[in-house]
């Protein structure tokens, strides 16, 4: 079956640096787009960033410049550097993969993320 695993996620002070992973399986992972968003404490959910099956990426205005979004197609996996870590960037962080040009869609469960001295 699908799944989407995500990992890496924690309690780091601010300036601080994480990797978050996400691990794939059940789908053809190569050909779909990859997204993260997150969802911080009473808000909304929010998209951060995404690499297309081509390997283009694009950043929400808030992380640009401080995460770096990659996948390895070989191992299934995408992944989110997140460096200079703010209070602000406390959330949960899901992954999201998109089929292009179908409504096909697949979550997470998210990995919690906590910036704070």
């Known amino acids: 079956q699908v799944q989407l695993v995500e990992s890496g996620g924690g309690l780091v002070q601010p300036g601080g640096s994480l990797r978050l992973s996400c691990a794939a399986s059940g789908f053809a992972f190569s050909i779909y787009a990859m997204y993260w968003y997150r969802q911080g404490p009473g808000k909304q959910r929010e998209w951060v960033a995404d690499i297309n099956r081509d390997g283009t990426t694009k950043y929400s205005d808030s992380v640009k410049g401080r995460f770096t979004i990659s996948r390895d197609n070989a191992k299934n996996t995408v992944y989110l550097q997140m460096n200079s870590l703010k209070p602000e960037d406390t959330a949960v962080y899901y992954c999201?993969?998109?089929?292009?040009?179908?409504?096909?869609?697949?979550w997470g469960q998210g990995t919690q993320v906590t910036v704070s001295s």
């Open positions: 999201n993969a998109k089929l292009p040009y179908s409504t096909v869609a697949y």
